[in-house]
């Protein structure tokens, strides 16, 4: 026992409860503390039965990720877990929050587990890139069969009390009180003579675990989980589990758990994780800035984007109001939004009574004035920064003083909108990613003379309407799209020209990781919002400056990619499939010549390190800009709006892996090669030439 494990003895009932906030995560000290206090209590006479709990706001939420990068300080694991298995008396754990991880491996070891009604929990190890490894992997497919164990911790899901009830993981749920409840049943225990029950000593079902099952699970997590190895080490455990006496498949549980710690995609996933948890510390920013309510949005504008963000505010429960120039585009705009409702009803996700109640919370008006008190005003018009303007314009004079005035601009300058209003303190950008209700990145773009009460309130908004919001500074395409737009794709669209296909590429960044290439995802997004971009920013084709030359005139033929049936791929009618497409290949070798570009095969490498190179210099650029705060808010950004694989940690974290003096030598050659739109960021070279990693600046 220490200061976090302590052991209350009431009646004949002991309780060890474990104090380590913010979340109870188990470092070394729980667990000394956890193998001390039962030691103490299996020796005590006066003790009938254990209870095992947590103070504060959760039952432990696993293991201390911070403690992941060195070798796992003694006590183990799973010497502390054998401890609590192999007492004398019953041991009931009382879970409340979120168990997840070594928390519910620890109820594992526990022989009854209880939790309250609104407990989650879970095995979410597979997405850090690690397995169950604090003997989870070995009880339980002997709780719970050994098919559902691997459907479980595969699926990486957290579950409600009520459904771990059901698939055996719980004794009991608690509707109410968690230790009157837990206590009221070690009563009927103990009533019943019932003793210890030793998850260990169950016997594994194997139902359903055979060859085909596995098969079928290896296809879904090689799709789900692609470029992981963490689902396949998860199986092997599993295996073990089904093949092997306990104790020799815990032995090789540890094994097994430590090759998955020290991986690359561990480590990769772990940067992720803590990137996302730092995302919403900003300097001047603390909980003692003043937040303003949101009580109601108003959205302006009823496209996909406008009922995509309603959606979010109704899902959190805040009223949304979207607002229109005519009756029948609002209704067509609402129209959307049910029927987006009713596919997630259809599909099991959403019950048809929370959907009505979500649909009561969006309404629909023409009318400027019914805006005038909302308390947080989003605007999602057309991309175009005079029709902005004049929006904003008119809705400072309508809306009350204290409200926000926003605007969803993926590219805009944010400053000169602001610049058209009474407000400009008041003024801030929230740039959702399409599709609005699906897509968990938000860009919280801080203009010059937003303030910090207003910066604060949008990062709470977003947690409320579940968001990863990143704060970003006012720059063309902010931080994601400029490094999209500045780096990877610009370049992809310049190696068209010099000799690769946009399936060439498109199947190397597939290959690299991302879900589809730059290609397919213009036509995915359309081709017309760069091309329109391109022509109100005047970036378009300039000679050798690679400013999408092909896109640029992919668009000008009208092709705009899924939604007209041909882009830079043509489609079936009714299929996403893309399909090569010979008028494509014409248009490039017909630029390339107009512009005086001999085309030669270009190898895959290539393809890869230039179109990384290029996004991680932008990256470099931004960070010293002052765009982004740290090169984990960059990674974050990239890995939930971009679909960077996260098993590669993110851009910047990867150029870390990689050296940044490698990387500095690379560009300079491209500068060499292709000019000098290929320098380095000033940030790189001195990183470079100190010897240096983004990490280390960060901290600097
Ligand atoms: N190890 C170390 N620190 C952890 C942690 C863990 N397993 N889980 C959470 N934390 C820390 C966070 O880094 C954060 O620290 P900070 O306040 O210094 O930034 C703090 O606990 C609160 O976490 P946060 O995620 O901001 O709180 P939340 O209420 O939104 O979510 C959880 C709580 C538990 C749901 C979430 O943190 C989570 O999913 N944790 C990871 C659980 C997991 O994967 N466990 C398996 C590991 S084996």
Redesign the pocket.
């Known amino acids: 026992m220490n200061d976090i494990v302590t052991v209350e003895v009431t009646d004949d009932i002991a309780l060890v409860i474990i104090s380590n906030p ?2 109870n ?1 188990i470092n070394q000290k729980v667990r000394s503390g956890l193998m001390t206090a039962f030691q103490t209590v299996d020796q005590d006479n006066n003790v009938r039965a254990v209870v095992l709990k947590c103070a504060g ?2 039952f432990m ?6 403690e992941f990068d060195e070798p796992i300080a003694e006590p183990g694991y799973h010497e502390v877990f054998r401890v609590i298995e192999s007492c004398s008396k019953p041991v009931i754990a009382a879970m409340h929050g ?1 168990a ?4 519910l491996e620890a109820a594992l070891a526990c022989h009854y587990r209880c939790a309250v009604e609104n407990a989650r929990m879970g095995l ?2 597979v ?2 890139g ?1 397995i169950p490894g604090a003997g989870g992997s070995q009880r339980l497919p002997r709780l719970i069969g050994a098919k559902e164990a691997l459907e479980f911790i595969l699926g990486g899901v957290t579950v409600s009390a009520t459904e771990a009830y059901k698939i055996g993981i719980l004794d009991r749920v608690i509707k109410e009180d968690l230790m009157e409840g837990t206590l009221e049943y070690i009563g009927s225990l103990l009533a019943d003579g019932v003793g210890p029950r030793k998850v260990s000593e169950m016997l594994v079902d194997k139902s359903g675990y055979g060859e085909e099952f596995l098969v079928d699970a290896r296809k879904l997590s090689a799709r789900r989980l692609r470029g992981q190895n963490a689902p396949n080490l998860v199986i092997e455990a599993i295996n073990n589990a089904v093949n092997l006496p306990f104790e020799e498949g815990i032995r090789k549980e540890k094994i097994i758990g430590d090759k998955a710690l020290v991986s690359k995609e561990a480590k990769a996933l772990r940067n992720i ?2 990137s996302e ?2 995302i919403g510390k900003i300097p001047g920013i603390s909980s003692d800035t003043k937040r303003m309510q949101i009580n109601n949005v108003a959205i302006l504008g009823s496209g996909t984007m406008g009922g995509g963000i309603a959606m979010n505010f109704a899902n959190a429960g805040i009223p949304a109001v979207i607002l229109d120039v005519s009756e029948a585009v609002l209704q067509r705009g609402i129209a959307v939004v049910r029927e987006n409702y009713e596919n997630t009803v259809k599909r099991g996700r959403l019950s048809k009574s929370d959907m009505v109640d979500r649909m009561e919370l969006i309404s629909g008006t023409t009318d400027y004035n019914a805006i005038a008190e909302s308390d947080l005003v989003i605007e999602a018009v057309f991309e175009d920064i005079d029709l902005k303007k004049k929006v904003f314009k008119k809705i400072d004079g309508i809306c009350k003083p204290e409200a926000i005035i926003a605007t969803n601009t993926s590219t805009l300058n944010i400053n000169q909108i602001a610049a058209v209003t009474k407000r400009p303190e008041k003024i801030i950008g929230l740039h959702f990613f399409s599709p609005a209700n699906v897509m968990k990145l938000l860009e919280i773009v801080r203009a010059e003379k937003t303030s910090p009460e207003v910066l604060a309130t949008a990062i709470d908004t977003a947690k409320r309407i579940k968001k990863i919001g990143v704060v970003a500074g006012v720059c063309f395409g902010f931080i994601g799209n400029r490094m999209m737009a500045e780096g990877f794709h610009r370049e992809a669209d310049q190696m068209l020209l010099e000799g690769a296909s946009p399936q060439q590429i498109d199947q190397v960044m597939y290959g690299f990781g991302f879900p589809m290439g730059p290609f397919a995802m213009h036509d995915m997004a359309g081709v017309d919002i760069m091309h329109s971009i391109l022509k109100t920013t005047g970036k378009k084709e300039n000679n050798r400056e690679p400013y999408f030359n092909v896109l640029y005139q992919v668009g000008e033929l009208g092709r705009f990619g899924q939604k007209t049936g041909s882009g830079f791929y043509r489609y079936d009618e009714g299929s996403r499939r893309p399909l090569h497409d010979p008028v494509t290949d014409a248009l490039i070798l017909q630029e390339a010549e107009r512009l005086g570009i001999k085309r030669t095969t270009i190898e895959n490498s290539e393809i890869e390190q230039r179109c990384m190179y290029s996004l991680i210099n932008e990256g470099a650029k931004i960070l010293e800009e002052g765009i982004a705060y740290r090169p984990g808010d960059i990674d974050v950004i990239w890995s939930y709006g971009y679909g960077f694989p996260r098993f590669r940690g993110g851009p910047m974290y990867m150029a870390d892996q990689i050296g940044l003096e490698t990387i500095y030598e690379a560009v300079m050659s491209y500068r060499d090669k292709f000019g000098d739109y290929w320098t380095p960021a000033p940030l790189l070279e001195t990183l470079a030439r100190d010897k240096k990693t983004f990490a280390d600046w960060n901290i600097a």
């Open positions: 913010p979340v995560a706001r959760t939420a696993g293991a201390d990720i911070k979120t997840l991880g070594a928390g979410p190890e997405s850090l690690i994780f803590f948890r730092e």
